[in-house]
């Protein structure tokens, strides 16, 4: 257990001391957390799991994306990681009973299935149109999509939500998009 929090503590520092420098060593301004609301948003559609279509304004973050996104992408392997780590653990005790040990291993399955579907919906957004990069992040009953584009018009937002609702069902879709460094 010692040896998974170490590894686990010097991956965050490491991560720590990157966006740090990062940080230090960029000529922008802009800070990682802020909205850019001071320009023009489009407007793209949102899907409950009814069905219905209702307009949302696009969140636009001005950062360079490619920090932000492997950021989040690395946040949340750890995060997956660490959980099958313990589901792993479970699986292995001797106390554990047979359905505890069952649970556990489909609760890993769940996981692992969810990276592909995220994976295989990241390649499908970004072979189809051109956008820089694509994050995909299913979190309880909703899938927020944020791809890295100039300007994203509502057709392409029904597009990606099709896509979404092909490879994970009836399920309420977030579709964001960034504005690319340039």
Known sequence: MLKKQTVWLLTMLSLMIVLSAYYMLSDKNDDLAYLDQDKETSQDSQTNADGNDEAMANNTI??????????????IQDKRGMKKDRLKETIASSTATAEEKNEAKNEIDEINELDAKEGILEDTILANASYQDVLVRHEGDKVHVH???????????????????????????DVNFQKTEG
């Open 147 to 173: 791809v890295m584009v100039d300007s994203l018009s509502a057709e392409e937002a029904a597009n990606i939500m099709q896509l979404v609702h092909d490879e994970f069902g009836e399920i309420t879709v």
């Open 62 to 75: 001005s950062t360079s994306g490619d920090e932000v996104f492997a950021s989040i992408r690395m946040g």
